[in-house]
């Protein structure tokens, strides 16, 4: 009976005590819960933040990447300027240049007759009955004489895109008995001398002074 009277006796403290656990394990429950729900809002506040900054970044490089193609459409434009310039001063100089070659037609015919009647070469331009190199000032010409071995070389001006640009035409004498003299034309100055005549050859690198006349 005493064991039993105990046993009702230390039944409530026994619940009491379950209680107490429960609201205790509870209660850890909701702190710990409040703690990790705490946590994920400081969480999700810093990715809100991240993204944000990404978003930024991202602006950052298309206005960037915006201002770039911009600055290479107007240099597309400006390269485009400068080329149209560049032909347009080109032809220009071209034009002034043809216009200025009938001076060699002119003195290629005194030397071919020189030649022909003497069979060797004006070793000056007066013997060709020819004016002095000065007195050929045309457009862009700024001079047209014979050279010692009977090569006619034409000298221009700025206007022609090479200020002391040189043209030379060389003798060639081996059918002269047949066919006349040859003239073979270099320049060793314009690049781009096929626009003035396409009889004309551009060697690079080659001063005018290593192009032989033709025996």
Not at 6 to 18: C, E, F, K, Q, T
Not at 81 to 93: F, I, K, P, Q, Y
Not at 119 to 125: A, V
Not at 154 to 183: H, K, N, P, Y
Request: charged fraction near 25%; glycine fraction near 6%.
């Amino acid at each position: 009976m005493r064991s039993e009277d105990a046993m009702r006796r230390s039944i409530p403290s026994l619940l009491l005590l379950l209680l107490v656990a429960a609201l205790g394990f509870v209660g850890w429950q909701l702190v710990s819960g409040s703690r990790r729900q705490a946590q994920l809002v400081d969480e999700v506040a810093a990715l809100r933040q991240q993204q944000e900054q990404m978003r930024a970044t991202l602006q950052e490089s298309r206005d960037s990447l915006d201002a770039m193609r911009e600055q290479q459409e107007r240099v597309r434009e400006t390269l485009s300027e400068s080329r149209e310039s560049l032909l347009g001063a080109n032809d220009r100089a071209s034009l002034l240049m043809r216009e200025d070659l009938h001076v060699a037609a002119v003195m290629r015919t005194a030397v071919a007759e020189y030649y022909m009647s003497t069979g060797r070469m004006p070793e000056q331009p007066a013997l060709a009955g020819l004016a002095r190199p000065e007195q050929y000032r045309g457009k862009t010409l700024r001079s047209a004489t014979v050279l010692d071995d009977g090569s006619i070389e034409l000298e221009f001006d700025a206007a022609s895109g090479v200020d002391g640009g040189r043209i030379r035409f060389v003798a060639d004498t081996s059918r002269a008995d047949a066919m006349g003299l040859q003239w073979q034309c270099v320049t060793a100055d314009y690049p781009l001398i096929a626009r003035v005549t396409p009889a004309c050859e551009y060697r690079s690198g080659a001063g005018l002074g290593d192009v032989p006349a033709k025996p």
